[in-house]
C-alpha cells in the first residue's frame, strides 16, 4: 500500500512542481514585468528550489558524444549490443577518421564495466566511461528499473545476476579473444562469483579483474549500511521494504524494493549535508553563479534518479552479502542457467590479474572490505596482484571526480595494460602488492 500512496502523493505534486518552475521563470526572465519586481530573483530561486524537490526525476542519459584522445575528437556512438530481461549490455562505439588514432583505437584493451545494481542507474558512472573511452574499448551492464519489467519476464534472484555476468563475458571473449572486467561497489562479490564459476569450469577467464569499493568481505570496518543489514533479520526486511508495483507500470504486481524508499536512506544517511547543499543551490541563484547552480542540478539529477530492484534480488544480497556472508565462508552455492547448483570457489581462480582499489575516507564500504579478495584468491601469485588506496577518497571518489582521473584511472590504466596479453607480469606502480566520400570515420 506504500507504494501506491507514494504515487499517489507524486501524482499530486507534479503540476504543483510544475507551476513552481512556470512560476521561477516568469520571474527570472527579463522580458517580462515580473523580472522588474524587487526580490524578483529571490522569488525565482525560491521557485526553481521547490521545483526541483517536488520534480520526478527520470533515467538520466550518458550523454557522451565525443572523447579526446591524445588532442583528437572521437565520436562517441552509444548502442544495445545484448538485451537481457533485467539488463541491457551498452557498448560505447568509438568512430575516427583519423588513420593513426584509429589503429590506436583498435589495439586498445576491451573493458567490461559492471554498474552497481543498488538503486542508482548506471550513468551514475558516466565519469568512469569518459574517462576509460580514451584508452579502452568500453562496455557496461545497464540494470532495468524492475517495475517496468513484465512479470512475464519471471524473477530476477541474485544467481541471475551472476550469470548475467558470465554471459557478458563470454559474448566479448568471442568477439574480441578476451576482455578485462571493473565492478564497481556492489557487483564486486557477484562479478567475483561468476569468475569463480567460470574457472571451476575450466572455462576461458577474464585477463584481469579490477574490484572497486565493494563489500568483499563486509564484516571489516563496518559502515552504517553494513550495520543496517545485520541489525535487521531476513524477515525484516521482507515484511518492511518489499512492496508491490502498482497498476500503472508495465511490471504491476512484481515485488521490488522500490527506488524512493532507497532514495530516502541516501538521504537519512547524510542529511545535513543535503540541507545545506540546497540551501547553496538557493544562494547561488540569488547571486547569479550559475556554474556552481548547473553543478548543483547536474549532481542531483543523477542522486535522485532512483530505480526499483526485484525484491528476490534484494532479499538475496542482504542475506547472501551482509548477514551470513556466504562468500568468506565458503558457503555460496550458485544455479546456472543450466539449473546446476555449483559451490563459488575463488581459490580455483588463476592466471589473470587482480586489481583491488579502496578509498580512505569511504562511508559505504569500509576500509578492508574490497582488499579482502586477496586473501580468497589464493592461487593468483602476487606479481598479478594489487592493491590502491586512494587517499581522500570517499565512496563515489574513487570511480568519478578529479580523484578517479588523476589517483585512481592511471592505476587501473597500468594494470589493465600490463596484463593485456597472457602470462604478462604486473609493472611496478604506486600501489603495492596486496595482502594487503568526406572521409568516411571508421570504427573502433
Not at 377 to 389: G, K, L, S, V
Request: with cysteine.
Amino acid at each position: 500500500m506504500l507504494y501506491q500512496l507514494y504515487e499517489a502523493q507524486r501524482s499530486i505534486m507534479e503540476p504543483f512542481s510544475d507551476l513552481a518552475q512556470v512560476a521561477s521563470r516568469m520571474f527570472s526572465n527579463p522580458a517580462l514585468p515580473l523580472a522588474q519586481l524587487p526580490l524578483a530573483q529571490r522569488v525565482s530561486a525560491g521557485y526553481d528550489l521547490l521545483h526541483r524537490l517536488g520534480k520526478d526525476y527520470e533515467k538520466p542519459v550518458f550523454g557522451i558524444h565525443t572523447v579526446d584522445v591524445d588532442g583528437v575528437d572521437v565520436a562517441i556512438h552509444e548502442r544495445v549490443e545484448v538485451d537481457k530481461p533485467f539488463c541491457e549490455l551498452r557498448r560505447f562505439k568509438r568512430f575516427s577518421d583519423d588513420t593513426a588514432t584509429l589503429a590506436k583505437l583498435k589495439d586498445q584493451p576491451v573493458v567490461l564495466i559492471v554498474a552497481p545494481l543498488s538503486g542508482h542507474y548506471a550513468t551514475l558512472l558516466r565519469d568512469t566511461v569518459r574517462t576509460m573511452l580514451k584508452d579502452h574499448k568500453v562496455y557496461i551492464t545497464d540494470w532495468k528499473n524492475a517495475r517496468l519489467v513484465p512479470l512475464s519476464e519471471g524473477e530476477f534472484h541474485l544467481d541471475d545476476y551472476v550469470n548475467y555476468v558470465q554471459s557478458f563475458i563470454r559474448h566479448l571473449q568471442s568477439k574480441y579473444g578476451n576482455c578485462h572486467v571493473i565492478s564497481v561497489c556492489q557487483p564486486t562479490v557477484p562479478v567475483l562469483a561468476a569468475v569463480s564459476l567460470m574457472a571451476s569450469r575450466g572455462e576461458k577467464l577474464p585477463l584481469s579483474m579490477t574490484m572497486m569499493g565493494g563489500p568483499i568481505d563486509a564484516r571489516k570496518s563496518p559502515t552504517a549500511v553494513n550495520n543496517l543489514a545485520t541489525q535487521r533479520s531476513f524477515e525484516w526486511f521482507e515484511n518492511n521494504v518489499i512492496y508491490r508495483v502498482p497498476d500503472k507500470f508495465p511490471g504491476a504486481g512484481r515485488r521490488v524494493y522500490p527506488g524512493f524508499l532507497q532514495h530516502s536512506g541516501f538521504v537519512a544517511m547524510n542529511p545535513d549535508r543535503h540541507a545545506n547543499s540546497h540551501y547553496d543551490y538557493f544562494q547561488n541563484l540569488i547571486k547569479g553563479d550559475n556554474e556552481s547552480a548547473e553543478a548543483h542540478r547536474q549532481f542531483y539529477d543523477e542522486y535522485n534518479a532512483v530505480l526499483d530492484m526485484d525484491a528476490d534480488y534484494y532479499l538475496e544480497t542482504i542475506q547472501t552479502v551482509f548477514q551470513d556472508f556466504k562468500l568468506v565462508n565458503g558457503t555460496w552455492d550458485v544455479r546456472s542457467e543450466q539449473g546446476k547448483v555449483e559451490r563459488v570457489r575463488p581459490q580455483g581462480i588463476q592466471g589473470i590479474g587482480l586489481l583491488t582499489v579502496e578509498g580512505e575516507l569511504d562511508d559505504i564500504s569500509g576500509s578492508g572490505q574490497t582488499a579482502a579478495a586477496h586473501d580468497l584468491c589464493t592461487q593468483i601469485p602476487a606479481t598479478h596482484r594489487m592493491h590502491y588506496e586512494a587517499k581522500g577518497a570517499g565512496h563515489y571518489g574513487i570511480f568519478s571526480g578529479r580523484r578517479w582521473r588523476e589517483m585512481v584511472y592511471p592505476v587501473v590504466k597500468s594494470f589493465i595494460l600490463a596484463h593485456q596479453h597472457p602470462h604478462a607480469q604486473t609493472a611496478p606502480a604506486k600501489a603495492a602488492p596486496a595482502k594487503k566520400a568526406p572521409a568516411r570515420k571508421s570504427a573502433a
